[in-house]
C-alpha cells in the first residue's frame, strides 16, 4: 500500500471521526429546545457537551487540512465547487458556536430563545450541508480534463445528495438523543430516551434508502455489508435504550453513523471525485496526490502526534464522563434563570448554556 492510499484511507478515519463525535452534538443542538421543558433542563442538555464540543469541531478542521497537504488537487476542485456550500457550512458552524457562548450573557428569556433557536438551525444545517457535500463526490459533477469544476451551486442539489444530508441529519438526531439519556438523570433521560426510540426507526429506514440507493450509483443490486449492519445497529439502539442500557445503545448509534460515512468512501476509492462530465476527468487518489516526499513527512508527523491527541481527547471524555443533573446546577450555585457555571478540571470547558 503506498503513502497516497494511506492517506485517503485516512482522511476517510477523519471524516469519520467527526461525525462520530460532533454528530451527537449535532443531535444535542437540534434537541435541546424540544427535549427541555424549560430554560433549566435546556441548560442540563447543553451542558453534556459543554466540555466536549469545541474539541470534537478540531476532526473537521484535521480532515480539510489532510486533503489540502495530502491531495491538493481534490481539495482545490472540491472547495472551489462547492464554495457556496462550504461558506454555508461556516456561517451554520459559527452560529452555532457563537450560540453555545452567548446564550448566557444576558438574563432575558427572549434573548435565550433567540440563541436556542440559532443553535438548533446552526447545529441541523452543519451535518446537512458535509452530508451534500460528500455526497456529490461519489454522485458526480461537473469536472473538466484540467481537473476544474465547470458547474454551479445548482449541480450539488441532487436528489441523491439531499438525500444523504437528511440521513446524516436523522443519524445526527438518534445519536444525541442516546447521548443525552446517557448523560442525564430525572425526566430529562426519559425524554430523551422516548425521542431515540421514536428516531431510530426513521433513520434506520434512511440509512437503507441512501444503501441501496448507493448501490443503484455504482451499478450495483445488493447494499453492502456496512450500510446494512448500520440499520441493524440503529433499530438495536433504540430497544437498549428502553431497557435502560444507553452505554450500549451509543456504542451501537457510534456504529451507525460511522459505517454510514465510510460507505461513501469506500465505494468512491480509488477515485476522490467523480466527474459527471466523463468518467475519464474523475479525479483519483493517484492524480491528485501530493509528491512522495511531502506525504512520508506527513506521515511522520502524524505518527508522532496523532497518539497524543488521541489520548488527550480520550481523557478529557474520561474526566467528564459522569451524568449530569439538576443537582449539579444547584451546587454551582445558579437558578433557573442564570447560566451554569462550567465544571472545574484542567480542560477548558465551554461557557454554554
Known amino acids: 500500500m503506498g503513502l497516497s492510499v494511506f492517506w485517503f484511507i485516512a482522511i476517510a478515519v477523519l471524516w469519520t471521526g467527526f461525525f462520530v463525535l460532533e454528530g451527537f452534538d449535532f443531535g444535542v443542538g437540534m434537541l435541546h429546545g424540544f427535549i427541555g421543558r424549560d430554560d433549566a433542563e435546556r441548560r442540563l442538555v447543553i451542558n453534556t457537551i459543554g466540555p466536549l464540543w469545541d474539541g470534537n469541531e478540531v476532526w473537521l478542521i484535521v480532515a480539510a487540512a489532510g486533503m489540502f497537504a495530502a ?60 452530508g451534500l457535500t460528500l455526497a456529490n463526490l461519489l454522485h458526480g459533477v461537473p469536472i473538466g480534463s484540467n481537473q476544474e469544476f465547470t458547474g454551479t451551486f445548482l449541480d450539488l442539489l441532487n436528489p441523491y445528495s439531499l438525500f444523504f444530508g437528511l440521513t446524516l441529519v436523522l443519524i445526527c438526531i438518534a445519536h444525541g438523543a442516546t447521548f443525552i439519556s446517557l448523560k442525564t438523570t430525572g425526566p430529562v433521560r426519559e425524554r430523551s430516551g422516548s425521542v431515540a426510540r421514536s428516531a431510530a426507526p426513521i433513520a434506520a429506514l434512511a ?69 459527471s462530465t466523463n468518467a475519464a476527468y474523475s479525479l483519483t487518489v493517484a492524480n491528485t ?51 451554569a457555571v462550567p465544571p472545574a478540571g484542567p480542560p477548558r470547558a465551554s461557557t454554554a448554556g
Not at 452505554?247 to 454510514?260: D, E, H, Q, S, Y
Not at 512520508?296 to 474520561?318: D, E, R, S
Open 289 to 339: 496526490s501530493s509528491s512522495p516526499y511531502a506525504l512520508k513527512v506527513m506521515t511522520i508527523v502524524a505518527v508522532i502526534f496523532l497518539p497524543l491527541v488521541l489520548l488527550y481527547q480520550g481523557w478529557t471524555y474520561h474526566v467528564f464522563r459522569k451524568r449530569v443533573s439538576m443537582s449539579d446546577l444547584e451546587e454551582q450555585g445558579t437558578t433557573p434563570a442564570r447560566e
Open 207 to 275: 440509512v437503507l434508502v441512501f444503501a441501496v440507493w448507493t448501490q443503484v450509483i455504482n451499478h450495483g443490486v445488493v447494499p453492502g455489508l456496512f450500510p446494512v449492519a448500520a440499520v441493524l445497529a440503529i433499530l438495536a439502539a433504540a430497544r437498549l435504550v428502553r431497557d435502560r442500557r444507553e452505554g450500549w445503545a451509543f456504542g451501537l448509534t457510534t456504529f451507525a453513523m460511522a459505517a454510514t460515512v465510510l460507505t461513501i468512501f469506500m465505494d468512491l476509492y480509488p477515485r476522490v471525485m467523480v466527474s
Open 71 to 130: 491531495f491538493p488537487g481534490w481539495y482545490a476542485t472540491m472547495f472551489s465547487g462547492f464554495y457556496v456550500a462550504i461558506v454555508l457550512l461556516l456561517v451554520s458552524l459559527i452560529i452555532r458556536g457563537v450560540s453555545f457562548e452567548y446564550r448566557g450573557k444576558r438574563d432575558s428569556p427572549r434573548w435565550r430563545r433567540t440563541w436556542d433557536v440559532l443553535m438548533a438551525l446552526g447545529s441541523l444545517l452543519a451535518p446537512f450541508l458535509i
